[in-house]
């Protein structure tokens, strides 16, 4: 696990969850990004500093939870590398804080068919819920 410093993006601190086992730096986090292996909840419970989680699924898409609620699941466009994970996650705190909605954020990434994979609060099931 790396104890190094998250490097500062568009005014937020990215932190990788499966990266860094070092609680301070977890603290400091705007958002968090990792694994679906993680609940978005207990995470945000965890670390009341960080607005968004979004979690990579196996198969490359990625739930995207907030401190408001929102809940998106961009489809998979191939695998989500480890550094557009990390963009994604930045875009999303980057918009909220500009005061856009989760909606408009990722407007154009409609929502893959599934179950478990729906838009809908409660759809996504890496969140734990």
Known sequence: MSAERPQPVAGCVPVDID???DEAVRECADVLYGSSAHSARELLRRYPGCLVVTLRHPDGSCCVVTRTGGRRVPPPAG???DAGHRRLAVRVHAGLAS???LETVLTGCPPPAGPGHGGAPGACRCHGD
């Open 19 to 21: 990266a860094c086992g």
């Open 79 to 81: 695998r989500l590398p």
């Open 99 to 101: 005061g856009l909605s």
